[in-house]
């Protein structure tokens, strides 16, 4: 068996955590070995960068910091294509980032991203789309046994995380999730809560899809006005059909609000961000709804960023105090889109767990230095980024734009595998992120609600 | 006496120049955004920075004549191996301005020429239709009554732009010929070489009309302490803003009722090369000179340069031109940096190597090494390419780049020449405002030519009439 199948077993285990072998640093650098061997005769991105960088074999964990992606290179198409509809062509960008060929992508007739996000999970690339506050999506591929792996790697984090409570369908379940869309969570969180939610009781903040659509339309409105390929009458147009889906969406989240005051004193399942639960709280502490005015058995499950929202410093204490949540009731993870599974929440403390699958490399800010402990012991602190060796679809290396304290071989509550302690993104601290900027001049002559 | 100062306070002093007289008394620092030094500059007294409007400007009814007469004696006094003021400029803007000592040099060796007399009656005619309409009231008869019309001088501020030292002697001549009074605020990327020409000026007239109708300060560019209180009607008539987007749109919150913005926007160049361009490997060989010219001038860093190429042939063709052109980069030019220059921004490396692997789509010419780099498609990319970096997009036909042209497009170089009365209505209905043959966009002599879709004198002037 290799090194890759054995890790990418875990993936199916109730608990990967606890049950990771003791030689696990030695299993996930061979798994490495491995992976870089193959995907570099099929990934011509990943074997441009090694030929560059003058990385043969991985040898140690420090080869693999050289060949790491940003999410930038999943977004890295020129919008061109996209605006000019030519998919044959993002076909072939998305080649160059894949394991698996895409020349077998059908875009006879494909209109939209969406369609040809569509077509692409049709040839078997189930792509799934991220979006930026930059307005241009990314896009992540995956195989069917990605998509398979990973779900079931979810689902048993989140199990991992609350393991007082058992899904019996038994709760009234809020979430934001909407049922469909190209956010690679749709299918994932649809399927956790409706272990848990009583038949007919799965309330969504909205049901309309989430599509890459509408991610991208106002920056693509602002490069074809810029280019004067549109008229003031479809900017109006598109101006009045964002209202109206705000409108729509307001009312939405009123009604669903609502629904949350009326069921409060049932035992819930809320799942949420950070920045929205921040404005849900507010809105039903103005329906005179006090701290803790919730059944005591509900359970949240809470994560993500602010997304830029003003938050208080203490919104964090202020949310989980408001729901009445003890610690063992908040199901939290640490992930990214572009990390199969999850880093779990180690019951009862504040720190995540990191999958077997997943290799953890701490660097310094600027992500050029490994900074791992040499010993496979001890803590380190510095920027996230992590080798999937899970990923199927694509390659797995990937450098983020958090700070995380990881410690390894901390053996935490049992766990077997290296454990993150504390996550920050840096552009919310103080020290700020490097930021690269390049601004094209046309943008300055464009003004109005799709402005930047 | 620059020099002194630098070793005496730790700090590179920066001169003001209030109303002809030389300010030198360093009070306030400030850390150079451009270059990290720390700057001392005078306290600026907020009164002095205005000419009241109950009194007359000092230049306001100097004849036009005598004017002229007193530039072309500064220009005299600008000789640059001659001119310690230039000199100390030169050296110190070397820290902060990214051109390098023998392109800045050359610039500097070229500002006299914007004050030779033939350049200065050439703008001031072109502007006007005559130097006479410059003194006084004119007498007129319309539509049966006369009446009396005065180019009044007016009173403007200038935000200078710092990305090439022309942009004060330029101002500086404009100004003298409108006769109004004129606060020029220095960029933090060029905070010397205005006062190096205004005193120039007062060793040149010590108390001549124009010197006194002249300000230089730097400021912190948005300091609302000061430039809330400044840019007001009731001070001055009109802001004249050179510059980057940020600077533009900051001036334009002060527009008001009697108070008037007029912008020297940032803008991208271009070339557009027909097919005869690409006829025999000599022809693409000259082309690709004359291009680079247009391209690499002031290492790519001004509205002039050159950043997208709209080439009409096929592909092989185009091909082999790209790879000419980055040959013809790569040499040494009067502006423009040969092998040594800059190289593109990180993030726009990281999209050329991306698109590099879509060939061929688009195709990667050159390296980042300083000689210059070319992207070819078929589509402009999304970026605006910089730092010795041109997109060469290829066009079945040159009317179709007309489609690519916008309002912030200013120059562009055409080849063959002979082709521009096919585009240029095009061009000029899309937006651009100066067509050239190519490799003329930074060739051009100042003087007597509209400038952005205006002729900035004119636009200045404030024009009455007696009826």
Redesign the interface.
């Given at each position: 068996m290799s090194a890759v199948a054995e890790l990418i077993a875990y993936a199916k285990s109730p608990d990967p955590f606890r049950t990771a072998p003791d030689h696990l640093a030695e299993l996930q650098l061979e798994a490495a070995r491995e992976r870089f061997a193959e995907r570099r005769q099929q990934i011509?991105?990943l074997d441009?960068r090694a030929r560059e960088m003058g990385v043969d074999q991985i040898e140690s964990l420090e080869d693999l910091v050289p060949l790491l992606f940003a999410h930038?290179?999943y977004k890295?198409y020129?919008?061109?294509f996209v605006d000019?509809g030519q998919w044959k062509?993002m076909n072939?960008?998305l080649g160059?980032l894949s394991t698996y060929p895409t020349g077998n992508i059908d875009v006879d007739g494909v209109e939209n991203v969406d369609d040809w996000i569509d077509r692409c999970h049709e040839a078997g690339h189930y792509l799934f789309a991220s979006s930026g506050t930059s307005g241009k999506s990314s896009f992540l591929n995956q195989t069917v046994q990605d998509r398979e792996y990973a779900v079931a790697a979810c689902l048993h984090a989140f199990t991992f995380s609350a393991p007082d409570y058992v899904p019996d369908h038994s709760r009234v379940v809020f979430t934001q999730m909407p049922p469909k869309g190209t956010h690679k969570m749709t299918e994932v969180s649809t399927l956790h809560f409706s272990r848990w939610a009583r038949p007919g009781e799965l309330y969504r903040m909205t049901d309309e899809p989430m599509l890459a659509t509408d991610t991208m339309r106002p920056a693509q409105l602002r490069?074809l006005l810029?280019?004067?390929?549109v008229g003031p009458g479809e900017i109006a147009a598109y101006e009045d059909e964002v209202a109206e889906r705000e409108r729509r969406r307001a009312a939405a989240l009123e009604a669903w609000i609502d629904k949350i005051y009326e069921k409060r004193h049932e035992p819930l399942y809320i799942g949420m961000m950070w920045g929205p639960a921040w404005n849900v709280v507010q809105r039903l502490r103005d329906k005179g709804v006090k701290d803790g005015d919730f059944h005591p058995q509900t359970l949240m499950s809470i994560g993500g960023g602010t997304k830029g929202a003003k938050l208080p410093p203490d919104y964090k204490e202020q949310i989980t105090g408001f729901f009445g949540l003890t610690r063992d009731r908040i199901t939290g993870s640490y992930a990214m889109v572009e990390m199969s599974g999850f880093c779990a929440k180690i019951q009862p403390t504040e720190s995540y767990a990191v999958p077997p699958w997943i290799v953890p490399l701490v660097l310094d800010k600027s992500g050029e230095k490994l900074l791992n402990p040499a010993a496979g012991k001890g803590e380190v602190e510095g920027r996230m980024a992590f080798f999937d060796i899970l990923a199927d679809g694509r390659w797995g290396g990937i450098i983020s734009a958090d700070k995380v304290r990881v410690e390894f071989g901390s053996r935490l509550e049992g766990v077997n595998v290296p454990v993150v302690h504390e996550v920050n993104r840096y552009m919310d601290l103080e020290e700020g992120e490097d930021k690269?900027?390049?601004?094209?001049?046309?943008?300055?002559?464009v003004r109005g609600s799709i402005a930047a | 006496m620059l020099h002194k100062a630098v070793e005496r306070s730790g700090g590179i002093l920066v001169p003001h120049v209030i109303k002809g007289k030389t300010i030198t008394d360093a009070q306030i620092e400030h850390r150079s955004r451009a270059s990290g030094d720390v700057v001392l500059t005078p306290n600026i007294d907020l009164d002095s920075l205005i000419w009241p409007r109950r009194e007359t400007g000092p230049a306001f009814d100097t004849p036009i004549g005598e004017i002229i007469d007193f530039l072309v004696e500064v220009g005299k006094a600008l000789d640059f191996d001659r001119n310690a003021y230039l000199q100390d400029a030169a050296i110190l803007n070397l820290r902060c301005n990214n051109l390098g000592a023998r392109i800045l040099e050359n610039c500097y060796r070229d500002i006299r020429h914007f004050f030779e007399r033939e350049a200065i009656v050439a703008e001031a005619e072109g502007a006007l239709g005559s130097l006479d309409a410059y003194d006084g009231w004119q007498e007129r008869t319309v539509r049966g009554s006369t009446v009396s019309i005065r180019a009044f001088p007016p009173r403007v501020v200038h935000i200078l732009a710092g990305n090439a030292p022309i942009v004060p002697p330029i101002t500086i001549v404009r100004g003298a010929l409108s006769k109004g009074v004129h606060l020029l605020k220095m960029p933090s990327n060029d905070m010397f070489t205005a006062t190096a020409l205004l005193r120039t000026m007062a060793d040149v007239g010590p108390n001549h009309p124009v010197t006194r109708s002249f300000s230089a300060a730097y400021w912190r560019g948005g300091d609302a302490a000061i430039e809330s209180h400044v840019f007001r009607s009731q001070y001055y008539d009109k802001l004249v803003v050179w510059g980057g987007?940020a600077a533009?749109?900051h001036a334009m919150k002060y527009a008001a009722p009697g108070f008037e913005i007029i912008s020297f926007?940032?803008?991208?160049s271009i070339s557009l090369v027909g097919r005869e361009g690409l006829e025999s490997e000599a022809r693409i060989k000259e082309v690709a000179a004359r291009s680079a010219a247009d391209i690499v001038a002031f290492n790519q860093d001004a509205c002039s340069c050159a950043r997208f190429q709209f080439v009409e042939g096929a592909t092989d063709d185009v091909d082999a031109y790209c790879e000419a052109l980055v040959e013809a980069m790569g040499q040494e030019s009067r502006y423009g940096a040969g092998s040594d220059g800059p190289v593109p921004?990180?993030?726009?490396l990281?999209?050329l190597?991306?698109?590099g692997?879509?060939e061929p789509?688009?195709r990667v010419f050159g390296k980042p090494d300083g000689r210059g780099m070319v992207i070819r498609?078929s589509?402009?990319?999304?970026?605006?390419p910089g730092g010795k970096l041109v997109n060469v997009v290829e066009v079945p036909t040159l009317g179709e780049s007309v489609?690519?042209v916008?309002?912030?497009t200013q120059s562009v170089g055409v080849y063959p020449p002979e082709r521009i009365p096919e585009v240029r209505d095009g061009l000029a209905s899309?937006g651009a405002q100066r067509i050239v043959g190519l490799g003329n966009i930074n060739a051009g002599k100042f003087g007597g030519l509209p400038h952005d879709g205006g002729w900035p004198v004119h636009r200045m002037m404030h024009w009455v009439v007696t009826e």
């Open positions: 011509k991105v441009k930038t290179n890295s020129p919008e061109a000019n062509h072939m960008w160059t490069r810029a280019a004067g390929r690269l900027t390049c601004a094209g001049s046309i943008d300055s002559y | 987007e533009v749109r926007d940032p803008k991208v921004p990180a993030p726009v990281e999209e190597d991306m698109l692997m879509l789509v688009y498609s589509e402009p990319v999304a970026f605006n489609q690519h916008t309002v912030a899309a």
